[in-house]
């Protein structure tokens, strides 16, 4: 599976819209990736300039982010790089814009702590592994 693994943090508050398409939602925000390093010779810390990438995510992983992080928060994301170029109207040259296709992802343990609230499945028709209920 061709999947990468960001940590970082959220940048301004992520923005939830539900597609024309299908009505599913659809998360989008960005994330940066701070890295700072010792410099031995000034013996002090450095910092690079942050990586920020953009990330959305779709249906419950969108609802359930939303719900869950917010700008600032430290957060660990799971996901494909995906091509989202464009061309302007009226232009020769296209935009080049990467973005991470999120398939998990959520706070980063590391830097905050979580109250894990479990929203129930819906069942479906066909599985056969079903709960069975008491009467």
């Given amino acids: 599976m061709n999947e990468i693994t960001l940590a970082g943090n959220v940048g301004k ?3 939830l ?7 599913e939602p659809v998360l989008r925000f960005s994330i940066a990736q701070n890295d700072r390093y010792y410099d031995r010779r000034s013996g002090e810390w ?10 959305v995510a779709f249906g419950d992983l ?4 939303f719900d869950s992080i917010a700008a600032g928060d430290a957060v660990i994301m799971i996901g494909k790089l995906v091509d989202n170029s464009f061309t302007p109207t009226g ?4 935009v080049r814009r990467t973005e991470l296709r ?10 905050a702590t979580a109250t894990v609230t479990r929203k129930p499945r819906a069942e479906r028709a ?4 079903a709960p069975q209920t008491a009467d």
């Fill in 102 to 111: 999120a398939q998990a992802g959520g706070p980063d343990l590391r830097r």
């Fill in 46 to 55: 450095r910092e690079n300039k942050p990586v920020w990438t953009d990330v």
């Fill in 126 to 129: 066909s599985s056969t592994t």
């Fill in 17 to 23: 819209l539900y597609s024309e398409r299908n009505g």
């Fill in 91 to 94: 232009q020769d040259h296209p």
């Fill in 62 to 65: 969108a609802q359930n982010l």
């Fill in 13 to 15: 508050a992520p923005e």
